[in-house]
C-alpha cells in the first residue's frame, strides 16, 4: 500500500517536506515559506505558532543507516540555517517575536508509515 507522500514523482528529500509540513500543520504551526532562499543558503520551512517563528531543518532517511537524522545537522548546517535566519529576520521583523530552530527528522519506510521526531529548540543562535 502506498501512502499519499509516497510519490513517485518526489526525491526522498522532497517526501519528506511533505510529511514534515502536514505534521507541523497538525501540531498547530502556520507554514509561511518553504524552501525559502535567504542570502546564500536555504531554510526548509519557516513556521509560525502562536508568538514563535520557527526555522526547521527537515532530514529524512530510509530505514537501516548507522546514522540517525538528526545527527546530520552538524555545526556547519546549523551556522548556515542561522545565517539564513538572521537574512530572514532582517526583511521580516517582528519584535514581539521568539525565534527558535527545530529539526523534523524522518525516517521514511519504502512501505508502512514514518516514523517523525520533531526536535522543538534543537539548536541555539550563536
Known amino acids: 500500500m502506498k ?4 510519490r513517485t514523482d518526489l526525491s526522498l528529500g522532497q517526501q519528506g517536506e511533505e510529511l514534515a509540513v502536514q505534521f ?4 498547530g504551526y502556520a507554514i509561511l515559506e518553504r524552501n525559502s532562499w535567504q542570502g ?11 508568538d514563535t517563528i520557527v526555522f526547521a531543518e527537515v532530514r529524512t532517511q530510509r530505514p537501516g543507516n548507522s546514522v540517525l537524522p538528526e545527527d546530520t545537522v552538524g ?7 542561522r545565517q539564513a535566519a538572521r537574512h530572514y529576520r532582517t526583511y521580516h521583523p517582528d ?10 527528522a524522518i ?10 521526531t520533531h ?5 541555539q543562535d550563536r
Open 3 to 6: 501512502f499519499p507522500w509516497q
Open 24 to 27: 507541523l500543520r497538525g501540531k
Open 40 to 50: 546564500r543558503y536555504e531554510i526548509d520551512i519557516v513556521a509560525r505558532k502562536g
Open 75 to 81: 555545526p556547519v548546517k546549523q551556522r548556515h540555517i
Open 95 to 104: 519584535r514581539e517575536a521568539y525565534y527558535r530552530f527545530d529539526i523534523v
Open 107 to 116: 525516517i521514511l519506510p519504502e512501505t508502512g508509515p514514518p516514523e517523525i
Open 119 to 123: 526536535y522543538e529548540d534543537a539548536f
